[in-house]
């Protein structure tokens, strides 16, 4: 059974950074590609960014490009999305999902808070 399990949300000020991990179990990462979504309060889920399997490959939401990076570490099985010059609509719940190449299957995980106040 594929877990994802997102950690490093937190409460932190307009301009300031966060590092979220999403760290995957029951399976191998370079498996996946795998992405980052948020969903804000009263708004629907939304991409943030992909990373490739190899990790060598990213793309990013145009409101979050030039701010946020994502990264992988395979050793480790987990994904990494940096945050800067974080905004107060950046504020949501941020996931991860684990995409099965060729399939129409993914995995996702339970989501951490972010929260960025003005």
């Known amino acids: 059974q594929v877990q994802l399990v997102e950690s490093g949300g937190g409460l932190v000020q307009a301009g300031g950074s966060l590092r979220l991990s999403c760290a995957v179990s029951?399976?191998?990462?370079?498996?996946?590609?795998m992405r980052w979504f948020r969903q804000a309060p009263g708004k629907e889920r939304e991409f943030v960014a992909t990373?490739?399997?190899?990790?060598?490959?990213?793309s990013y939401a145009d409101s979050v490009k030039g701010r946020f990076s994502a990264s992988g570490d395979n050793a480790k099985n987990t994904v990494y999305l940096q945050m800067n010059s974080l905004k107060p609509e950046d504020t949501a719940v941020y996931y991860c999902?684990?995409?099965?190449?060729?399939?129409?299957?993914?995995?996702w995980g339970q989501g951490t808070q972010v929260t960025v106040s003005s």
């Open positions: 999902r684990a995409d099965i190449l060729g399939t129409v299957y993914n995995y």
């Open positions: 029951g399976g191998t990462l370079s498996r996946y590609r």
């Open positions: 990373i490739s399997r190899s990790g060598g490959s990213t």
